[in-house]
Every structure is written in structure tokens, then in C-alpha cells.
Nanobody
Framework: VQLQASGGGSVQPGGSLRLSCATSGFDLYHSAVGWIRQAPGKEREWVSCISGSEGSTYYGPSVKGRFTISRENAKRMVYLQMNSLKPEDTATYYC?????????????????????WGRGTLVTVSS
């Protein structure tokens, strides 16, 4: 199993970024792929998750309405479109997978329990 996150960078408040997660080695349709972030000095928190052949999604309350998760199955890519970014969105963003599983199950508990993690990508929102 491999996951590789990319797309982080520095952006001004109100700006946008799109993160990408390249995946391999597991059944994408029967797995929960999540975006989890960790700000300096804080615990990891759920940002978003996508699972199932239908692409069921979950969003953390602090990003709902601003972020959108999507999946491109043929390319095995999972994306996180982040709009209206705020300074409090500054964090290292990780993509992670639990397989087999679904978002309804994994997001009900701490994200630390995810099976596999990619290396994080840093997002900095600052003026």
C-alpha cells in the first residue's frame, strides 16, 4: 500500500489550493481514504473522507462548505479542493487509508487508527 500526497504550499487567506493523493496497492472502492491534518502543537484531526463505489463523503465541521473531496478512480487519485482558506487551516495534511472500511466507521473514531499513511504536505495560510 502506498499513498503520496502533494499540492501543499503557501497561500493568502481566502485563497485556494488543491491537494492530490496518489494511491496504490489496495481496493479503492472498499476502502476509506481520508485527509487528516495536524497543526503545530495540536493533535491530528479529520478533514475529509471518501469511500465506497458510490463515493460517500465526510467533512469535518471546520471545513464543511469550503473543502471538497473527490476521487478519480481510473487514475487512483484522491483530491482535496480547499477554498476560502483561513489561517487556522495551516497544517500538515496527510492522506491515509483504512482497508477494507468506510468513512462512516473511521470518522467515528480518532484518525490515528488509520492503517496506512502517506507523507504529509504542508499548507500555510498567511498574509
Amino acid at each position: 500500500v502506498q499513498l503520496q500526497a502533494s499540492g501543499g504550499g503557501s497561500v493568502q487567506p481566502g485563497g485556494s489550493l488543491r491537494l492530490s493523493c496518489a494511491t496504490s496497492g489496495f481496493d479503492l472502492y472498499h476502502s476509506a481514504v481520508g485527509w487528516i491534518r495536524q497543526a503545530p502543537g495540536k493533535e491530528r484531526e479529520w478533514v475529509s473522507c471518501i469511500s465506497g463505489s458510490e463515493g460517500s463523503t465526510y467533512y469535518g465541521p471546520s471545513v464543511k462548505g469550503r473543502f471538497t473531496i473527490s476521487r478519480e478512480n481510473a487514475k487512483r487519485m484522491v483530491y482535496l479542493q480547499m477554498n476560502s482558506l483561513k489561517p487556522e487551516d495551516t497544517a500538515t495534511y496527510y492522506c491515509a487509508v483504512e482497508t477494507p472500511s468506510a468513512c462512516r466507521a473511521v470518522t467515528a473514531r480518532s484518525p490515528y487508527g488509520m492503517d496506512y499513511w502517506g507523507r504529509g504536505t504542508l499548507v500555510t495560510v498567511s498574509s
